[in-house]
Nanobody, 119 residues
Framework: VQLQASGGGLVQAGGSLRLSCAAS???????????MGWYRQAPGEQRKLVAT???????NSPASVKGRFTISRDYAKNTVYLQMNSLKPEDTAVYYC???????????WGKGTQVTVSS
């Protein structure tokens, strides 16, 4: 499974960005992915969960982004989106797309996309 992320950039505080992550690979490998999501890593910090969405549409996100970030999934396009509103400077980080195959615990990662929020 290959993941191609896009949509990062520079935005002022209070602004919005939408990240996209398209998954590609064989039909079998794509269908075996259970969870897709986004993580972020700020300089000097560990990578942290931003939001995930299961094949069934159940979402999960930490309190720090709830109400501001929305994750969604287009099954026909094998693409997951992260709509980020009311961005804050502390949201500045490299954002990574993730796809997880639960049955064997394999994680796939896309190249990160930089999100910078200026104050």
């Amino acid at each position: 499974v290959q993941l191609q992320a896009s949509g990062g950039g520079l935005v002022q505080a209070g602004g919005s960005l939408r990240l996209s992550c398209a998954a590609s690979g064989s039909i079998g490998s794509i269908n075996s992915i259970n969870i897709m999501g986004w993580y972020r890593q700020a300089p000097g910090e560990q990578r942290k969960l931003v939001a995930t969405i299961t094949k069934g549409g159940t979402t999960n996100s930490p309190a720090s982004v709830k109400g501001r970030f929305t994750i969604s999934r287009d099954y026909a396009k094998n693409t997951v989106y992260l709509q980020m509103n009311s961005l804050k400077p502390e949201d500045t980080a490299v954002y990574y797309c993730n796809a997880r195959r639960v049955v064997n615990g394999i994680d796939y990662w896309g190249k990160g996309t930089q999100v910078t929020v200026s104050s």
